[in-house]
């Protein structure tokens, strides 16, 4: 996939809005898992920018790139852009959605079956 291959076209507003809405869900759903005691995983939100550690110590980082209205995601796996194709996030070479994405990099990388859902919003 091409990185303009199907992208939707968005305002800085909608993309802002859009990408706090996915920051949230995450912390919302480690929030959960916490409460749950399913696992804990330590996150760090710094601006558009939010560094995930899980128990073992290693890293995801979700980071928003507002001049390309892109979402990037780094874990073990390897470092993914994903841009809104509606009405999902997909990633720019493969086509992957972000949220399939970053669940299985988060099992992955905690050894326990994990899924965050996308937002209804975003």
Request: hydrophobic residues 35%; proline residues 4%.
């Amino acid at each position: 996939m091409s990185d303009a291959a199907g992208a939707t076209s968005m305002t800085d507003t909608e993309y802002d809005r859009s990408t706090r809405e996915i920051l949230s869900a995450i912390e919302r759903a480690l929030d959960k898992w916490l409460q749950d005691d399913v696992v804990d995983i330590d996150s760090q939100r710094s601006g558009g920018m939010l560094e995930l550690t899980t128990p073992s110590g290693s890293k995801l980082v979700i980071n928003t790139q507002p001049p390309l209205h892109e979402l990037w995601l780094a874990a073990r796996s390897g470092g993914r852009h994903f841009r809104f194709v509606r009405p999902d996030w997909v990633d720019t070479r493969d086509g992957a959605e972000f949220f399939k994405t970053l669940s299985r990099d988060l099992s992955a990388q905690t050894g326990l079956s994990l899924t965050i859902d996308r937002p209804k919003a975003a």
